[in-house]
RNA sequence: UCCCAAGUAGCUCAGUGGUAGAGCAGUCGGCUGUUAACCGACUGGCCGGGGGUUCAAGUCCCUCCUUGGGAGCCA
């Protein structure tokens, strides 16, 4: 059995025989010896092979070695040396290899050199061999753990909410409906329409937008509660930030209030940021890296003043900055873009749905530091947050981050019945439909708030990535699910 | 869905109406320990698809497809 990497590259030199086995990532060679780098996915870092053709190892011959080249898998053992080159400390020294699938060079897309993330993304099969990748989803599995641990560790539970939905009044967007119903001559009402009385449920069913309101229904009982699943929205959105398919958190806390709501948010992030940071040093200093290789490319005045590594630092130890929509429209309307008519959407009055260029405003340029903003119009936000004793805004809370905009989004949810009917009426939500979301509120209602992150726009800030689908192992969007 | 840009060798790109190029990769050879090794030679193209203008189109026009950036919607 074969050691990893990772563990060997912390051993001792020793006589004892070390087998490793993973991808073969260069291979150097001169007359006499051969370097190959050799990666096993537990590490981004690489254990170099030295193999000594002349010392007339068993196997170890030129017809073995023609078959090792980039991107061939294989088995080897020997003795752990000390390293007399500079790049590593320690290095194998092989008496054995045994190659056990080829990779033919004149066909390997694969090559020891710097590929584009576009390309990349058209190998989607081969890309998970890259150290960017590599990186990328052994932070994404870090980040996967530390939001379970984070939040057992405060006494959540986590809820598994459905992945087929039969409520249409998530509103979050368009849906994907899902039906046995036969392709061909689906049984029809007498109006045309679609009669989904027959379908497999007995109603119509779509792949959920959202495990919210479900998992409202879990804290009235078990008071903290989170999701942690896929999520589907049908939307044809072409942009750098959206997927079809994507993973989010959705905690919910009975009892806690919007600033309650805002600390766990924050600490939360801070949390994940500073977890990153300490278990994922190797990967997140070769990010790091690439981030300011990107940077580099950028035009001076568009380039990020810090590091990474020193913005999730930053962003780890310094309170965010919270103010009211009200002030947010204050501020935009008074600043030097805004008067200079620099905005594609000019800030002229309260109520306005803000921009994507004035969130970015507001975090990037004005606060340099996450922006949570609070209290939005009524009119804009959705029929479940809290209405605020003005009457005009309601409790509601979105966490901007520089470079990837809105990261959450949460609320106080309106716990008042006859206040929480008013508003599915102004929303045109039929009543019948969500009669269990508000029987919660006729029968023990708490005051109770959540909020939802979006997992692949975590990874995105941590890790640097500008592109949603390069930090998702297999990003679906729209006229594309190939792998 | 809208706006903009781009599709030329396996990859990254140059080629602005007149014989299709470079670097890297690959192959072969060389090199006494390399670090995306180095040195030399060779191989490699329906110039995204279709249609048009022209004596002549990679280059100009139309159209479709794909990709990227931005916007909307949002996480």
């Known amino acids: 059995m074969s050691q990893s990497i990772s563990k060997v590259l912390t051993m001792s030199p020793s006589d004892e025989t070390v087998s490793v086995s993973g991808w073969v990532r260069t291979k150097r060679s001169s007359k006499n010896v051969a370097f190959v780098a050799l990666n096993d996915g537990s590490t981004i870092r690489n254990l170099q092979l030295v193999i000594d053709v002349d010392k007339g190892y068993e196997g170890l011959n030129e017809e073995v070695m023609a078959k090792v080249t980039t991107g061939a898998s294989l088995c080897a053992s020997g003795k752990l040396v000390a390293s007399q080159g500079s790049g590593q400390a320690v290095e194998l020294l092989c008496e054995k290899i045994s190659v056990q699938g080829v990779a033919d060079p004149d066909e390997y897309p694969l090559q020891p050199k ?27 599995h870090a980040m996967t753990f530390a939001i379970h641990k984070f939040f057992n560790d405060r006494g959540f539970y986590n809820i598994h ?25 689906p049984p029809l009402l007498d109006d045309g329409k679609i009669d989904y009385a027959q379908d497999f449920f007995g109603k119509a069913t779509n792949l959920t937008v959202s495990g919210q309101l479900e998992g409202e229904l879990a804290a009235m009982a078990l008071g903290k ?20 398919e994507f993973w989010m958190i959705e905690p919910e806390v009975a009892f806690a209030d919007l600033t309650d709501n805002m600390n766990l948010a924050e600490e939360f ?18 990010l790091s890296k690439r981030y300011a290789e990107e940077e580099k490319l950028k035009p001076q005045a568009e380039r990020e003043e810090m590091t990474l590594l020193e913005k999730l630092e930053f962003v780890r130890k310094n309170a965010f900055e919270r103010i009211t929509y009200t002030q947010a429209i204050e501020i935009l309307m008074n600043c030097t873009p805004n008067k200079k008519k620099k905005f594609q959407y000019p800030v002229e009055r309260w109520g306005i749905d803000l921009q994507s260029e004035h969130e970015r405003y507001l975090v990037e340029k004005h606060f340099k530091k996450p922006v949570i903003v609070t209290d939005y119009p009524r009119e804009n936000k959705a029929f479940y947050m809290r209405v605020n004793p003005d009457e005009k805004t309601v409790a509601a809370m979105d966490i901007l981050v520089p470079g990837v905009g809105e990261i959450i989004g949460g609320s106080q949810r309106e716990e008042r019945f006859e206040v929480l009917k008013e508003r599915a009426a102004e929303f045109k939500i039929p009543l019948e439909s969500i009669w269990w979301y508000l029987d ?22 941590i890790t640097g990535m500008t592109n949603v689908r390069d930090v998702s192992p297999f990003p679906r969007t729209p006229k594309s699910a190939e792998f």
């Not at 997992?455 to 995105?460: A, D, G, Q, V």
């Open 440 to 461: 919660i509120r006729k029968y023990g209602s708490v005051v109770h708030s959540g909020f939802g992150l979006g997992f692949e726009r975590l990874l995105m800030f």
């Open 269 to 286: 992030l801070q949390y994940l940021i500073g977890y990153a940071l300490e278990n994922c040093v190797d990967d997140m200093d070769f």
């Open 161 to 185: 909410t459905p992945i087929i939905t039969g409520s249409d009044c998530e509103g979050a967007g368009e849906m994907f409906r899902v039906t046995t119903l036969p392709e061909h001559n």
């Open 225 to 244: 509660i989170y999701t942690f699943g896929p999520t589907f929205r049908a939307e044809n959105s072409n942009t750098s930030r959206h997927l079809a």
């Open 114 to 140: 710097k590929h584009s993330l576009e390309f990349l993304r058209e190998i989607g099969h081969l890309r998970f061999r890259t150290n960017v990748f590599g990186a990328i989803l052994r932070v994404r």
